[in-house]
């Protein structure tokens, strides 16, 4: 079982900078995939970047391409999400999950972004 707690949200300008932490524990961490998802108010729950279990492969969802970054470093069993260039469209509670397989089996519980303008 690996449980994952988020932080690093909070309130920012437009055009500012965020860093989103997520720590996990329990299970072997640098077997495990991660993804950031986010959700706005109304929307439904988007993936918008993901990383491979050796880190060695990273993809990003076409709206934060280019100023998301994420990155793992496992030997502290964090995946960290850089954002850079905030957008008020930015604005929405961000998650961190985990997976071996195909399908993202944990879930933090999010922490709140806001970007405003």
């Known amino acids: 079982q690996v449980q994952l707690v988020e932080s690093g949200g909070g309130l920012v300008q437009a055009g500012g900078s965020l860093r989103l932490s997520c720590a996990a524990s329990g299970g072997s961490f640098s077997s495990y995939a991660f993804g950031w998802f986010r959700q706005a108010p109304g929307k439904e729950r988007a993936s918008i970047a993901a990383?491979?279990?050796?880190?060695?492969?990273?993809s990003y969802a076409d709206s934060v391409r280019g100023r998301f970054t994420i990155s793992r470093d496992n030997a502290k069993n964090t995946v960290y999400l850089q954002m850079t260039s905030l957008k008020p469209e930015d604005t929405a509670v961000y998650s961190c999950?985990?997976?071996?397989?195909?399908?993202?089996?944990?879930w933090g519980q999010g922490t709140q972004v806001t970007v405003s303008s």
């Open positions: 999950a985990a997976h071996t397989g195909r399908q993202y089996e944990y």
């Open positions: 990383i491979t279990g050796g880190g060695g492969t990273t």
